[in-house]
């Protein structure tokens, strides 16, 4: 295994995070590297920009939507400006 060094970490951050860890019953690099995997695994795979896609990415895992599609109303007459 890898190691990662993370400079420049302020000390409230770190704080959080040990305690978060101690939560979670967790060492503080377990819980960052929790963190980092889950980050990873919910990143939609979308360019960016694509709303559509990123609603998707985060929908299709939990089963889809599906959704009615309304019918189209006729539109009403433009006013007649004499």
């Known amino acids: 295994m890898q190691t990662i060094i993370i400079s420049n970490v302020d000390d409230a951050l770190k704080q ?6 101690d ?3 967790h060492s503080l690099e377990e819980e960052a590297s929790n963190i980092l995997r889950s980050a990873l695994v919910r990143a939609p795979e979308t360019a960016p920009g694509n709303l559509a896609g990123a609603i998707r990415a985060i929908v299709e895992p939990l089963g889809g939507i599906e959704l009615d599609i309304l019918p189209r ?3 009403r007459e433009p006013p007649a400006f004499t």
């Open 73 to 75: 109303k006729a539109g």
């Open 23 to 25: 939560k979670h019953g």
């Open 16 to 21: 959080q995070l040990q305690d978060q860890a």
